[in-house]
T-cell receptor
Framework: DARVTQTPRHKVTEMGQEVTMRCQPILGHNTVFWYRQTMMQGLELLAYFRNRAPLDDSGMPKDRFSAEMPDATLATLKIQPSEPRDSAVYFC?????????????FGEGSRLTVL | AQSVTQLDSQVPVFEEAPVELRCNYSSSVSVYLFWYVQYPNQGLQLLLKYLSGSTLVKGINGFEAEFNKSQTSFHLRKPSVHISDTAEYFCAVSRLGNEKLTFGTGTRLTIIP
């Protein structure tokens, strides 16, 4: 059963520490998205890739966040340094793009708590 | 830019009763519309989508939605809900051919036994 895999599922860290979240998209999917979910802001798009190339990271705080796809099987989201306001659930999603644009498969999320 | 409004943050419904979750969108261009469901402590899962053609679209778990261009709405319906439908439901929009989704704030559906 193909699925998007995210690690870690839970992470508690202290302010100022570096956090790296990883995502393995579904094999054959060429688009990867990072979303952040909070009670206050809902689901926010942080970044997205097509064929490993970053297409849009306008939703991401550039000074502390970075997103990469070192290869087709791995996407990473890094926060350095982390702050309490970064506490949220971070979702990775993948898809095959056009003509099935918008049909995304989500991972179970990485719940981040920054103390 | 596109946007989505889900007017109801919470909807309680008795088991086996019908339900409608409302979604209105705003866009100056043609759009694709989606409903996603999020069960507790899980990621989102696609329920159904409208791309073109028939305005009534059927999805998984007995849900359906109707696209109404004049009212810019895409309401989700189910004729008889079950306890297992308890979840948060998100309406989403993307510009035609664009891969980016903009989500609404979600509607929490609670089923009362």
């Amino acid at each position: 059963d193909a699925r998007v895999t995210q690690t870690p599922r839970h992470k508690v860290t202290e302010m100022g520490q570096e956090v790296t979240m990883r995502c393995q998209p579904i094999l054959g999917h060429n688009t990867v998205f990072w979303y952040r979910q909070t009670m206050m802001q809902g689901l926010e798009l942080l970044a997205y890739f097509r064929n490993r190339a970053p297409l849009d990271d306008s939703g991401m705080p550039k000074d502390r966040f970075s997103a990469e796809m070192p290869d087709a099987t791995l996407a990473t989201l890094k926060i350095q340094p982390s702050e309490p306001r970064d506490s949220a659930v971070y979702f990775c999603a993948s898809g095959i793009g056009t003509p099935r644009a918008g049909e995304l498969f989500f991972g179970e999320g990485s719940r981040l708590t920054v103390l | 830019a596109q946007s989505v409004t889900q007017l109801d943050s919470q909807v309680p419904v008795f088991e086996e009763a019908p339900v409608e979750l409302r979604c209105n969108y705003s866009s100056s261009v043609s759009v694709y519309l989606f409903w996603y469901v999020q069960y507790p402590n899980q990621g989102l899962q696609l329920l159904l989508k409208y791309l073109s053609g028939s305005t009534l679209v059927k999805g998984i778990n007995g849900f359906e939605a109707e696209f109404n261009k004049s009212q810019t709405s895409f309401h989700l319906r189910k004729p008889s809900v079950h306890i297992s439908d308890t979840a948060e439901y998100f309406c989403a929009v993307s510009r035609l051919g664009n891969e980016k989704l903009t989500f609404g704030t979600g509607t929490r559906l609670t089923i009362i036994p």
